[in-house]
């Protein structure tokens, strides 16, 4: 990886670029055998993790990103192999933390969020320990692209658990008011643009959808304040209706 990066320098060849490249992807990412076990040590896993979450989400050269990305998924991939601790596994989220955080404060993030939503599609216990980080973070961001880019994140996480109705049920209990909080929050700030506005609809609709399979309509509907109830009845219209029916 260090090699790939700095062939990416003004001095770089690009027969080289390319070779390199192609080892990492073809021989190493896409191999069929991979370390398993306990050969490997789950801080070096964290230490190359990290590395990879930060050349993803920082690098200027899409071509890097790309790689780092594979990397990424390759290395959760081994992780998922052995069998750790959710105590073990929090210093993994921590890194994904890291770089959502940087993504909501920092412009100069150029994370692609479509690439934790695959972490979060191959690996859904990622997605279920950054839920409640995620519904909290939203409210915070003020850039309103990103804002809706990472509602499309939850949506995700919550598609993640189709078939597992225990474990998405024990998450939303316990995220339930921030999730009323979210959609007041985003229904407050709905925005001008016809296309966004859609996908807030959209994502509302998923959560009423959703709280209704598990049975935690009831519950649900007693963490609306007043507010949040006349901002459904008006912005989600129809899908309203059905889900007090």
């Not at 991939?77 to 933390?97: D, P, T």
């Not at 990103?146 to 598609?159: F, G, P, S, W």
């Not at 959209?202 to 935690?216: A, D, H």
Request: with cysteine; aromatic share 8%.
């Amino acid at each position: 990886m260090q090699a790939f990066v700095k062939s990416h320098s003004a001095d770089g060849s690009e027969q080289f670029k390319q070779r390199i490249g192609g080892i990492l992807q073809k021989r190493i990412f896409k191999a069929k055998d991979y370390p398993k076990g306990d050969g490997v040590e789950i801080s070096t896993l964290e230490s190359l993790l990290e590395k990879a979450l930060k050349l993803a989400s920082r690098s200027r050269y899409t071509t890097v990103a790309s790689v780092a990305q594979n990397a990424a998924f390759w290395l959760l991939k081994i992780i998922n192999s052995k069998s750790h601790s959710k105590q073990e596994l929090a210093s993994v989220v921590e890194k994904f933390q890291y770089i959502l955080t940087d993504y909501f404060n920092n412009k100069k993030s150029r994370l692609k969020l479509g690439f934790v939503k695959e972490a979060v599609r191959r690996n859904p216990w990622v997605g279920e320990e950054l839920f409640g980080f995620v519904l909290q973070k939203i409210g915070c961001t003020k850039a309103e692209y990103r804002r809706v880019q990472t509602l499309e994140l939850v949506d995700c996480i919550l598609k993640s658990w189709a078939g597992d109705d225990s474990s998405a049920s024990k998450v939303l209990k316990k995220h339930l008011s921030q999730l009323c909080e979210l959609i007041q929050e985003v229904l407050t700030k709905i925005p001008e643009n016809k296309s966004r506005r859609q996908e807030v609809r959209r994502f509302c609709t998923r959560v009423l959808q959703t709280v209704t399979k598990l049975n935690l309509k009831d519950r649900f509907q007693k963490k609306l304040n007043p507010e949040t109830l006349s901002l459904c009845e008006a912005q989600l219209g129809a899908a309203f209706v059905r889900f007090q029916k």
